[in-house]
Every structure is written in C-alpha cells, then in structure tokens.
C-alpha cells in the first residue's frame, strides 16, 4: 500500500519535473526536483530491499518485477552515482518518464472496482502510448 502511494507521488513530481523548462526554471525549483529525486530514489531502495527480504533473491530476477528492478537501478546511478561525480546522463534521465508505467501496478490492484473506471482507461491509455513517451 505504501509502495503504490510513493509511485502516485513519483508520478506527479515527473510531471511537475517535465513541466519545467529550462527559462523558467528557477535553483529553487533546481534544488526542490533534486531533494525530491533523493526522497524518491530511498523509498524505492527501501521498497525493493524489503521486497527482497521478504520474498528472497529470487524476486529480483522475476519477469513481472524486472521494470522496478531496471528503474530502481537506474535512480541510483543517475541519482547517487552519476550526480555527486557531476556527469550529466541526459539519456538515462530520460527513463524517469517510465517512472509512470509503474502506475499500472497500483492500477491492477483497483481496476476491478467500478469507482476507478475513468483512472483505468487513463493508465491503459498511458500504456498503450509508451512507443511515443520513449521517442528520441
């Protein structure tokens, strides 16, 4: 429950972070985006660290849990490696936008209740869009 609450927040700073340009972008803006990057990457660690204590090792290398695994990995590095070191990774902070996809695992837990139709049709929506949030 907690995990698909951190995923809803994740989503709205992504949008809030596309949002910005870089015009009118201010380094208060800059350090908020950052520090929320550093709260997000944790809770994702500590979601996938207590996911793997909890069902083994071999959680990690499950097909249904590869996107999280990938997307976690792919925070550290842009987040704790790449960004202390000041090494600009323009292509891998592109895979913060497939941070979004990871609502359809909050989506499968609901979509079978009628209250969350219209948010079903918009996660499919999302989904079947991905080929155009991945272009280059």
Same mark, same amino acid.
């Given at each position: !429950?907690?995990?698909?609450?951190?995923?809803?927040?994740?989503?709205?700073?992504?949008?809030?972070?596309?949002?910005?340009?870089?015009?009118?972008?201010?380094?208060? =803006? /800059? =350090?908020?985006?950052?520090?929320?990057?550093?709260?997000?990457?944790?809770?994702?660690?500590?979601?996938?660290?207590? *996911?793997? !204590?909890?069902?083994?090792?071999?959680?990690? @290398?499950? /097909?249904?849990? *590869?996107?999280? @695994?990938?997307?976690?990995?792919?925070?550290?590095?842009?987040?704790?490696?790449?960004? #202390?070191?000041?090494?600009?990774?323009?292509?891998?902070?592109?895979?913060?936008?497939?941070?979004? @996809?990871?609502?359809?695992?909050?989506?499968?837990?609901?979509?079978?209740? #009628?209250?969350? /139709?219209?948010?079903? !049709?918009?996660? /499919?929506?999302?989904?079947? *869009?991905?080929?155009?949030?991945?272009? #280059?």
């Amino acid at each position: !429950m907690f995990g698909n609450f951190i995923i809803f927040c994740n989503t709205f700073v992504v949008g809030w972070q596309a949002g910005l340009t870089d015009d009118i972008i201010t380094q208060n =803006d /800059k =350090d908020i985006s950052a520090a929320l990057e550093h709260v997000f990457t944790f809770a994702f660690v500590c979601e996938l660290t207590l *996911s793997t !204590m909890c069902w083994g090792w071999t959680y990690l @290398v499950r /097909k249904e849990n *590869s996107l999280d @695994v990938f997307l976690v990995f792919i925070a550290v590095l842009t987040t704790w490696i790449f960004g #202390p070191l000041q090494i600009e990774v323009d292509l891998l902070r592109k895979f913060t936008a497939l941070r979004t @996809v990871r609502l359809v695992r909050l989506a499968r837990s609901v979509r079978l209740r #009628p209250e969350f /139709k219209e948010m079903w !049709m918009l996660i /499919k929506g999302l989904t079947e *869009s991905g080929e155009t949030l991945v272009w #280059p």
